[in-house]
């Protein structure tokens, strides 16, 4: 690599150049005034969780600083004529929350053994449990990719010494990147989430014809009830969107994010940013009893992906959940033609609902020699458990075998 190129740590995306990092995040795609998309050559499908907006909606809004305990640390391949080549969406952290991939064990561990666990490095879109790219490489040739992942991995692994930090983790990876990583020392995990795949279908109809029958009747029935005490549906996205729509989703999302998890990682501002930054991204799916809205799920929309996220509610209705993030998410991938549905993280309730298991990655680099090879040989046995597991609820498919 000529010596001209430079690899650089900037603690703000807020200061990088919104269309040049784009360019290296999804290259080929380009987003118009209010996240409009428009393919311009891209060779692989648009994520819109690396984009400069949404990245930037975190950091601005203060759920991804230093003060949340996401200290920005992204790094940035630099050609002083042809400007970012390459980044990394990284941040030094003092805590393990909002990851999705657990290692409070390893952090109990390692301290227990007289290790300071923190902090660390996270290669990852903060509070996001969605597969995307991390080592971000823009358009070129595979060499030139090749050589770019390689350069910011080992630009990682350079950062983690220098800070000296226990670990760095790189979380929901796409199979080069979990390589690239591989080869700079990194040892692999897996996990499983559940997403629905579009066989295209033309309505949901078609979809539920291709399950067994007793699992197309119980899934009318839910749909049924899950409207019954009057309840609307509506699908609020682009320029519909308004505050009183994020005024209300926000409250569901408190409410149910603090019974569930005590503390919801985003605040009332990142809905209004993202909101302002990247509308076209974004469906709202928003349920109304008498006249006023009583819960909701937010979605983010990729070139051929729809993105669950978040949910809340302020009235429990049996089934409303299932009805406003699976079935309405089934819906529309449907009505426009989207590849598949991610549902986010966890969640076996999904596999019933026609979303079945898919494999997640994620790389880890310790520094520590001996600590490295007791998650090494540990991450060896839960990679057999997670595929055992695959299989398992593969088993409980409601997809009809035979003549079902």
Known sequence: MPQEIVL????SLAAVDRDGFDAVANPGWHRAAGGKLEDR?????????????????????GCATGRSGWLGQHLLLEDPEAGLLAAAPLYLKNHSQGEYVFDHG????????GGRYYPKLQLSVPFTPATGPRLLVGAGSETEAATRRAALAAGVVELARRHR???????FLETADA???GEAGFVARSDRQF?????????YADFLGELASRKRKALRKEREAALAAGIEIEWVTGADLTEAHWDAFHAFYVDTGSRKWGRPYLN???????????????LLVMAKR?????????????SDTLYGRNWGCIEEHPFLHFEVCYHQAIDFAIAHGLARVEAGAQGEHKLARGYLPATTHSAHWIADPGFREAVADYLVRERAAVAADAEACLELSPFRRGDG
Do not use: Q
């Open 8 to 11: 650089k740590v900037e603690t």
């Open 41 to 61: 050559g891209s060779t692989s499908p648009y994520n819109p969780f690396v984009c400069h907006d949404f990245l930037t909606a975190l950091e601005i809004s």
């Open 106 to 113: 390893w952090a109990d561990a390692y301290e227990r053994a």
């Open 165 to 171: 930090v226990s670990s760095v983790h790189a979380t």
């Open 179 to 181: 390589e690239a990583l």
């Open 195 to 203: 997403h629905w795949t579009n066989a295209g279908y033309g309505s």
């Open 268 to 282: 009332r501002r990142f809905f209004s940013e993202v909101s302002a930054l990247m509308a076209d991204r974004i």
């Open 290 to 302: 008498e006249g006023r809205y009583i819960a909701g799920a937010l979605n983010f929309i990729g």
